[in-house]
Structure formats: C-alpha cells, structure tokens
C-alpha cells in the first residue's frame, strides 16, 4: 500500500483542487520548500494517479471515465453547468468529512466534486449509489468504497435506483451523508427529478447522523417533481457565494446552518 501523504503533498493537491493546474514556481509559492523537494512530492502524487505532471508544472487528473461522454451534449451540459461553483461546494464540503468517518455520496455532479476532493485523503469510507463516485475513489487506497447496487433507471444515468439498493442501506450506518439537489425550497424541501432516486436519497439520510445539502444558488428556491426531504431536517447546506442573503434566510429561519463556498 503506497505510504500517506506528507503535510507537503497535501498541501499541494489541495493547491491543485482549488486551481486545476500550476508551475513548479506557483507551487513553490504555496507550499514553500524547494523546487527538487516539490518535484518529489509531484513525482509521488503522479503515482498515486492524483495528478499528472506537465512541463514545468503539474495539473490535477481528470478521471477517465468519461471518455464514452465526451460528445453527448446532454451530459456535457450537466458536467458544465455551475462548475466553478460546484468545485468549491464540493472542497468545502470536502474539509467537513473526518478521518474514521462513514459518509454519503449521492449521485450528482455536485457529489461527484465531494468525491474527487477526497480522493488524496485517508481513513473513510464512503457509500454511494453513483458508479461514477465509485469509479473515481476505487484505486485510492486510504478510501474504502461501498457501492449499493441496484438498477440504473434511464440513459446516461450513474444514479443506482430500486430495492437492491434500498436493501443494501438497511444495513449501513453514516456519520453524514452529502444530498445533492435539483432543487431546494424551504417550504417544498429538497427534490429531484426522478422519484426511485429520491426513494434511494430518502433512505441514507434516515440511515445518517447528518444530513448535509450541497445545491449551487442557481437551485434555492426551485422545485423539481420528486420530494426527498423537508427543509427542517437538514443540519447545514453548503452553497456558492451568489446565495443571497434573502434567498438563504428562509433556511437560516429554520435552524439549518449556511455556509457560502
């Protein structure tokens, strides 16, 4: 099993999570020390597939995964939307998650930022129902990753819906599960587009000490189809810092803790 990483190199990816990519100068800037020492800890990161190493540089690693993606419109749409919103939702969300905890990741690309902001980390478990979450964490080994099965409900899906998965979260305890939204409205809660996900994200947050939505500002307010939760049942959401303060007051009323990323 590959050592851990040094407080360096972790200072360095979590460097590279915020920017995408930097010079060996920019890094030096941040992480201090001395460009053969950075060039080691970039040389140690690459191993770990974390990042990959450019001239004079070194750029956080894309997943592969989604190579057979890379011309569907619809999902390029999903990935590209808010994403520099998405990412800093998903590091700050990232810095809550302790060492020895079990947490929840459900499908969404919000999630999917949460997952990959991990992924240098140790000691946590993490259930999901998204294979692409999975797909992302597995050949991390300070992660240990738990996938519920299930059935994927329609085209293009990574969201794994139905009693398989239902089943599989009657046995599983979490510290916190992150709820990703399409939408989040104080008087209609949390909701989705599809009701066998939202039966899936109903049953982690029963099975979780707290619940923590992740949903950029271009979601307070709206409404989708399926209902997940009521807005009093959540501890804390974390959203961008377009939220206004009049769009997050109705949840602040409620007693759940905002944090703007």
């Given at each position: 099993?590959?050592?851990?990483?040094?407080?360096?190199?972790?200072?360095?990816?979590?460097?590279?999570?915020?920017?995408?990519?930097?010079?060996?100068?920019?890094?030096?800037?941040?992480?201090?020390?001395?460009?053969?020492?950075?060039?080691?800890?970039?040389?140690?990161?690459?191993?770990?597939?974390?990042?990959?190493?450019?001239?004079?540089?070194?750029?956080?690693?894309?997943?592969?995964?989604?190579?057979?993606?890379?011309?569907?419109?619809?999902?390029?749409?999903?990935?590209?939307?808010?994403?520099?919103?998405?990412?800093?939702?998903?590091?700050?969300?990232?810095?809550?998650?302790?060492?020895?905890?079990?947490?929840?990741?459900?499908?969404?690309?919000?999630?999917?930022?949460?997952?990959?902001?991990?992924?240098?980390?140790?000691?946590?478990?993490?259930?999901?129902?998204?294979?692409?979450?999975?797909?992302?964490?597995?050949?991390?080994?300070?992660?240990?990753?738990?996938?519920?099965?299930?059935?994927?409900?329609?085209?293009?899906?990574?969201?794994?819906?139905?009693?398989?998965?239902?089943?599989?979260?009657?046995?599983?305890?979490?510290?916190?599960?992150?709820?990703?939204?399409?939408?989040?409205?104080?008087?209609?809660?949390?909701?989705?587009?599809?009701?066998?996900?939202?039966?899936?994200?109903?049953k982690m947050l029963k099975q979780s000490r707290e619940i923590i939505v992740v949903a950029d500002s271009s979601k307070l307010g709206k409404v989708s189809p399926a209902f997940i939760c009521p807005a009093n049942e959540i501890h804390l959401l974390i959203t961008d810092a377009g939220a206004t303060a009049e769009?997050?007051?109705?949840?602040?009323?409620?007693?759940?803790?905002?944090?703007?990323?």
């Open positions: 099993m590959p050592e851990a990483l040094n407080p360096r190199s972790e200072q360095i990816i979590k460097f590279l999570l915020r920017v995408g990519s930097a010079t060996v100068e920019e890094i030096l800037e941040v992480a201090g020390s001395s460009a053969p020492s950075i060039r080691r800890d970039l040389a140690r990161l690459e191993s770990r597939g974390l990042i990959r190493r450019t001239h004079g540089g070194a750029a956080l690693v894309e997943p592969l995964l989604y190579e057979p993606f890379r011309y569907d419109s619809s999902f390029l749409a999903r990935e590209q939307r808010n994403a520099e919103q998405k990412r800093r939702i998903g590091l700050a969300a990232a810095e809550l998650v302790q060492a020895n905890e079990t947490i929840g990741l459900t499908a969404g690309t919000t999630t999917t930022h949460i997952g990959r902001s991990l992924r240098h980390r140790e000691k946590i478990q993490v259930v999901t129902n998204a294979i692409n979450i999975g797909m992302e964490l597995c050949n991390q080994p300070g992660i240990r990753t738990y996938l519920t099965g299930g059935v994927v409900p329609w085209a293009w899906s990574f969201s794994l819906t139905g009693n398989a998965a239902l089943s599989f979260l009657d046995d599983v305890y979490l510290d916190k599960v992150f709820l990703s939204v399409t939408g989040m409205d104080a008087e209609r809660g949390a909701t989705t587009l599809e009701t066998d996900e939202a039966l899936v994200f109903r769009a997050l007051a109705p949840f602040e009323r409620l007693g759940t803790k905002v944090i703007r990323a």
